[in-house]
């Protein structure tokens, strides 16, 4: 299975920007869709955006649709998530997502096999 690391997250106000990265290793990065998730206190773990695997088609949950952006290079084995206008409601801990064989489209969490150790996001207002 392939192994995930998240970075990137932090501390930012609203309306503030973060870039999250997450680098992959021990598999062949370009057989596998790649996704992230998020899960806040007291939360189920929610789809966020997912990527297929030659970066072409992207989807994003409503929610974050026109705010966060998804994207992946392949010849550094990373997927990226570009967010901007962060609210509050945006808190959470990010979690890196991997499935062999799989493309863009939503993910239920229970059909990812592969998670990262995630990466904390707290908006404050």
């Known amino acids: 299975q392939v192994q995930l690391v998240e970075s990137g997250g932090g501390l930012v106000q609203a309306g503030g920007s973060l870039r999250l990265s997450c680098a992959a290793s021990?598999?062949?990065?370009?057989?596998?869709?790649m996704g992230w998730f998020r899960q806040a206190p007291g939360k189920e773990r929610e789809f966020v955006a997912t990527i297929s695997r030659n970066g072409g088609r992207t989807y994003h949950a409503d929610s974050v649709k026109g705010r966060f952006t998804i994207s992946r290079d392949n010849a550094k084995n990373t997927v990226y998530l570009q967010m901007n206008s962060l609210k509050p409601e945006d808190t959470a801990l990010y979690y890196c997502a991997a499935r062999l064989w799989s493309d863009d489209g939503y993910w239920s969490p229970r059909d990812v096999p592969s998670w990262g150790q995630g990466t904390q996001v707290t908006v404050s207002s």
């Open positions: 021990g598999g062949t990065f370009s057989f596998y869709g």
